[in-house]
């Protein structure tokens, strides 16, 4: 199962999952002749972006966290 797509994380992707949306309402035959795999390429390189970013991010603050710990770490075994 995948994620729900039109969430605050993905907000800035909602243009590209909007035409996907409305190319998925026209149908199963439309969607089965492949017309939607554009959309669908779209939708999948902006929610990659989106989540690439987010992995920057976090990895970022992860390394800043554990950069604070370890300054503690070394201020108690400096008064220890």
Known sequence: M??????KDNSACEAV????????????LWKAVGMCNDAKTQVNKCLRAQRLERTKQNREKAKAKNEQIRSKWAEIDSNS
């Open 17 to 28: 999952m909007t035409a996907l949306d409305e190319c998925h309402a026209r149908g199963f």
């Open 2 to 7: 995948h994620p729900h797509l039109h969430t």
